[in-house]
Protein backbone atom coordinates (compact mmCIF):
# COMPACT_ATOMS: atom_id res chain seq x y z
CA UNK A 1 0.00 0.00 0.00
CA UNK A 2 1.34 3.17 -1.32
CA UNK A 3 1.49 6.04 1.60
CA UNK A 4 2.21 9.47 2.00
CA UNK A 5 2.56 11.77 4.83
CA UNK A 6 3.88 15.51 4.64
CA UNK A 7 5.29 16.87 7.90
CA UNK A 8 6.39 20.39 8.18
CA UNK A 9 5.59 23.68 10.65
CA UNK A 10 2.19 24.17 10.95
CA UNK A 11 2.99 28.10 11.51
CA UNK A 12 4.68 30.54 9.56
CA UNK A 13 5.66 34.19 9.79
CA UNK A 14 4.86 36.67 6.86
CA UNK A 15 7.82 36.98 4.93
CA UNK A 16 9.19 33.79 5.86
CA UNK A 17 9.70 30.51 4.18
CA UNK A 18 7.32 27.59 3.99
CA UNK A 19 9.06 23.97 3.86
CA UNK A 20 7.01 20.92 3.90
CA UNK A 21 8.33 17.39 2.98
CA UNK A 22 6.11 14.20 1.56
CA UNK A 23 7.70 11.26 2.56
CA UNK A 24 6.32 8.13 0.61
CA UNK A 25 6.53 4.73 1.35
CA UNK A 26 5.25 1.21 -0.15
CA UNK A 27 7.06 2.70 -3.12
CA UNK A 28 9.79 3.93 -4.96
CA UNK A 29 10.07 7.72 -5.63
CA UNK A 30 12.15 6.55 -8.42
CA UNK A 31 9.73 5.00 -10.28
CA UNK A 32 9.60 6.27 -13.96
CA UNK A 33 5.62 6.70 -14.51
CA UNK A 34 4.63 9.04 -11.84
CA UNK A 35 5.50 12.75 -10.95
CA UNK A 36 5.15 13.65 -7.37
CA UNK A 37 3.20 16.82 -6.37
CA UNK A 38 2.00 19.69 -4.24
CA UNK A 39 -1.87 20.46 -3.98
CA UNK A 40 -3.14 23.22 -1.71
CA UNK A 41 -6.50 23.85 -0.76
CA UNK A 42 -7.08 27.62 1.30
CA UNK A 43 -10.07 27.33 3.71
CA UNK A 44 -13.43 27.41 2.27
CA UNK A 45 -11.94 26.86 -1.29
CA UNK A 46 -10.68 24.62 -4.24
CA UNK A 47 -7.69 22.61 -5.00
CA UNK A 48 -4.91 24.48 -6.55
CA UNK A 49 -2.06 22.93 -7.99
CA UNK A 50 1.17 24.41 -6.84
CA UNK A 51 3.61 22.11 -8.26
CA UNK A 52 4.99 18.89 -9.24
CA UNK A 53 8.19 17.21 -9.63
CA UNK A 54 9.74 13.96 -11.78
CA UNK A 55 11.69 10.99 -10.56
CA UNK A 56 14.40 13.38 -11.67
CA UNK A 57 14.48 16.22 -10.75
CA UNK A 58 12.80 17.81 -13.48
CA UNK A 59 10.29 20.93 -11.46
CA UNK A 60 6.90 21.77 -12.96
CA UNK A 61 5.29 24.60 -11.33
CA UNK A 62 2.34 27.21 -11.22
CA UNK A 63 3.41 30.11 -13.27
CA UNK A 64 1.71 32.39 -10.66
CA UNK A 65 3.73 31.45 -8.02
CA UNK A 66 6.92 31.58 -10.24
CA UNK A 67 10.32 32.13 -8.28
CA UNK A 68 9.12 31.46 -5.13
CA UNK A 69 8.13 28.06 -4.97
CA UNK A 70 10.60 25.59 -5.52
CA UNK A 71 9.89 21.43 -5.47
CA UNK A 72 13.14 18.84 -5.19
CA UNK A 73 13.19 15.00 -4.43
CA UNK A 74 14.95 12.88 -2.41
CA UNK A 75 15.39 9.55 -3.88
CA UNK A 76 17.84 8.36 -1.24
CA UNK A 77 15.21 9.27 1.43
CA UNK A 78 12.25 8.53 -1.21
CA UNK A 79 10.84 12.06 -0.20
CA UNK A 80 10.25 15.15 -1.93
CA UNK A 81 9.86 19.03 -0.77
CA UNK A 82 8.49 22.15 -1.17
CA UNK A 83 10.11 25.53 -0.35
CA UNK A 84 8.22 28.73 -0.87
CA UNK A 85 9.41 32.05 0.07
CA UNK A 86 8.63 34.90 1.00
CA UNK A 87 4.43 34.13 2.56
CA UNK A 88 1.65 35.98 3.55
CA UNK A 89 -1.61 35.45 4.51
CA UNK A 90 -2.60 34.58 1.32
CA UNK A 91 -0.76 31.27 1.14
CA UNK A 92 -2.85 30.12 4.43
CA UNK A 93 -4.02 27.07 3.30
CA UNK A 94 -3.99 22.59 4.21
CA UNK A 95 -1.24 21.30 1.63
CA UNK A 96 -1.28 18.08 -0.12
CA UNK A 97 1.16 16.00 -1.42
CA UNK A 98 -0.04 13.37 -3.46
CA UNK A 99 1.06 11.21 -6.51
CA UNK A 100 0.32 11.83 -10.31
CA UNK A 101 0.25 9.36 -13.03
CA UNK A 102 2.83 10.07 -16.12
CA UNK A 103 0.28 9.38 -18.48
CA UNK A 104 -2.82 10.38 -17.66
CA UNK A 105 -1.87 12.97 -15.17
CA UNK A 106 -4.38 11.76 -12.40
CA UNK A 107 -3.35 11.97 -8.80
CA UNK A 108 -4.45 8.54 -7.45
CA UNK A 109 -2.72 8.60 -4.16
CA UNK A 110 -2.59 11.79 -1.69
CA UNK A 111 -1.50 12.96 1.99
CA UNK A 112 -3.94 13.92 4.28
CA UNK A 113 -2.67 17.08 4.30
CA UNK A 114 -0.86 19.46 6.34
CA UNK A 115 -2.79 22.79 7.67
CA UNK A 116 -0.28 25.81 7.42
CA UNK A 117 -1.09 29.09 8.45
CA UNK A 118 0.97 32.25 8.11
CA UNK A 119 0.47 34.80 10.93
CA UNK A 120 2.55 36.56 13.13
CA UNK B 1 -6.38 26.65 -19.88
CA UNK B 2 -8.82 27.14 -17.22
CA UNK B 3 -11.52 24.97 -16.31
CA UNK B 4 -14.78 26.72 -14.63
CA UNK B 5 -17.03 25.02 -13.25
CA UNK B 6 -21.27 25.74 -11.64
CA UNK B 7 -20.78 26.74 -8.00
CA UNK B 8 -23.05 24.05 -6.93
CA UNK B 9 -25.83 21.87 -7.90
CA UNK B 10 -29.10 19.94 -5.77
CA UNK B 11 -31.16 17.35 -6.54
CA UNK B 12 -33.06 14.83 -4.73
CA UNK B 13 -32.61 11.41 -3.91
CA UNK B 14 -32.87 8.74 -6.49
CA UNK B 15 -32.25 11.60 -9.25
CA UNK B 16 -29.38 11.91 -11.64
CA UNK B 17 -27.27 15.02 -11.80
CA UNK B 18 -24.59 16.47 -14.32
CA UNK B 19 -21.94 18.57 -13.23
CA UNK B 20 -20.06 20.40 -16.06
CA UNK B 21 -16.58 21.52 -16.45
CA UNK B 22 -16.00 23.89 -19.31
CA UNK B 23 -12.52 24.78 -20.73
CA UNK B 24 -11.18 27.93 -21.83
CA UNK B 25 -7.87 29.13 -23.87
CA UNK B 26 -7.48 25.49 -24.77
CA UNK B 27 -8.79 22.40 -26.08
CA UNK B 28 -10.07 20.27 -22.53
CA UNK B 29 -9.29 17.00 -25.01
CA UNK B 30 -5.82 17.41 -25.60
CA UNK B 31 -5.29 15.67 -22.37
CA UNK B 32 -7.33 13.09 -19.82
CA UNK B 33 -9.78 14.69 -17.87
CA UNK B 34 -10.30 13.30 -14.15
CA UNK B 35 -12.85 13.82 -11.71
CA UNK B 36 -12.44 14.48 -8.04
CA UNK B 37 -14.79 14.04 -4.95
CA UNK B 38 -13.89 15.91 -1.33
CA UNK B 39 -16.19 15.08 1.18
CA UNK B 40 -15.44 17.80 4.04
CA UNK B 41 -12.42 16.79 6.57
CA UNK B 42 -10.91 14.76 4.16
CA UNK B 43 -8.32 13.72 0.66
CA UNK B 44 -9.88 14.44 -2.90
CA UNK B 45 -10.90 10.48 -4.42
CA UNK B 46 -10.90 10.12 -7.57
CA UNK B 47 -14.39 9.05 -9.15
CA UNK B 48 -13.57 9.33 -13.08
CA UNK B 49 -10.11 8.94 -14.46
CA UNK B 50 -8.95 9.49 -17.97
CA UNK B 51 -12.24 10.58 -19.10
CA UNK B 52 -14.65 8.00 -18.12
CA UNK B 53 -12.78 5.58 -16.49
CA UNK B 54 -14.44 4.12 -12.90
CA UNK B 55 -11.57 3.04 -10.32
CA UNK B 56 -12.15 0.00 -8.35
CA UNK B 57 -15.08 0.45 -5.54
CA UNK B 58 -16.30 3.67 -7.16
CA UNK B 59 -19.95 2.95 -8.06
CA UNK B 60 -21.37 2.45 -11.49
CA UNK B 61 -23.94 5.29 -10.78
CA UNK B 62 -20.57 7.50 -11.91
CA UNK B 63 -19.73 8.25 -15.01
CA UNK B 64 -17.93 10.65 -17.02
CA UNK B 65 -17.35 11.63 -20.57
CA UNK B 66 -15.59 14.60 -22.57
CA UNK B 67 -17.39 16.53 -25.07
CA UNK B 68 -15.19 17.85 -28.24
CA UNK B 69 -17.01 20.36 -29.55
CA UNK B 70 -18.19 22.15 -26.54
CA UNK B 71 -14.93 21.94 -25.38
CA UNK B 72 -16.37 20.51 -22.20
CA UNK B 73 -16.13 17.39 -19.49
CA UNK B 74 -19.03 16.43 -17.25
CA UNK B 75 -19.41 14.17 -14.68
CA UNK B 76 -22.92 12.71 -14.32
CA UNK B 77 -24.11 10.75 -10.94
CA UNK B 78 -27.48 8.61 -11.22
CA UNK B 79 -29.71 6.98 -8.67
CA UNK B 80 -28.25 9.86 -5.97
CA UNK B 81 -27.59 8.95 -2.30
CA UNK B 82 -27.15 11.45 0.58
CA UNK B 83 -23.43 9.87 0.78
CA UNK B 84 -22.70 11.76 -2.62
CA UNK B 85 -23.07 15.17 -1.16
CA UNK B 86 -19.68 16.20 -1.99
CA UNK B 87 -17.31 18.79 -3.87
CA UNK B 88 -16.62 17.50 -7.14
CA UNK B 89 -13.35 18.34 -9.07
CA UNK B 90 -12.20 18.18 -12.65
CA UNK B 91 -8.67 18.21 -13.12
CA UNK B 92 -6.83 18.17 -16.27
CA UNK B 93 -3.25 19.08 -18.12
CA UNK B 94 -2.33 21.78 -20.35
CA UNK B 95 1.22 22.59 -21.28
CA UNK B 96 3.15 21.83 -18.20
CA UNK B 97 0.82 22.80 -15.94
CA UNK B 98 -1.70 20.69 -13.98
CA UNK B 99 -5.29 22.60 -13.58
CA UNK B 100 -8.40 21.86 -11.73
CA UNK B 101 -11.54 23.62 -11.96
CA UNK B 102 -13.09 25.82 -9.25
CA UNK B 103 -15.14 22.59 -7.96
CA UNK B 104 -18.83 22.29 -7.26
CA UNK B 105 -20.51 21.98 -4.03
CA UNK B 106 -22.98 18.82 -4.40
CA UNK B 107 -25.92 19.09 -2.35
CA UNK B 108 -28.42 16.10 -2.07
CA UNK B 109 -31.71 17.41 -0.92
Keep these: QVLLQESGPGL ?15 ASISGERYYWAWIRQPPGKGLEWIGSVSYTGNPYVDPSLGRRVSISVDTS ?8 A ?10 YC ?5 DSTR ?4 GRGVLVTVSS | LMLTQPHSVSESPGKTVTISCTGSGASIATNYVQ ?12 VIHEDDQRPSGVP ?5 SVDRSSNSASLTISGLQTEDEADYYC ?7 WVFGGGTKLTVL
Excluded at chain 1, 77 to 84: K, T
Excluded at chain 1, 98 to 102: D, F
Excluded at chain 2, 60 to 64: E, I, K, L, N, V
Design chain 1, 12 to 26: VKPSESLSLTCSVSG
Design chain 1, 77 to 84: GNRFSLNM
Design chain 1, 86 to 95: SVTAADTARY
Design chain 1, 98 to 102: ARSHY
Design chain 1, 107 to 110: FDIW
Design chain 2, 35 to 46: WYQQRPGSAPIT
Design chain 2, 60 to 64: DRFSG
Design chain 2, 91 to 97: QTYDSSV
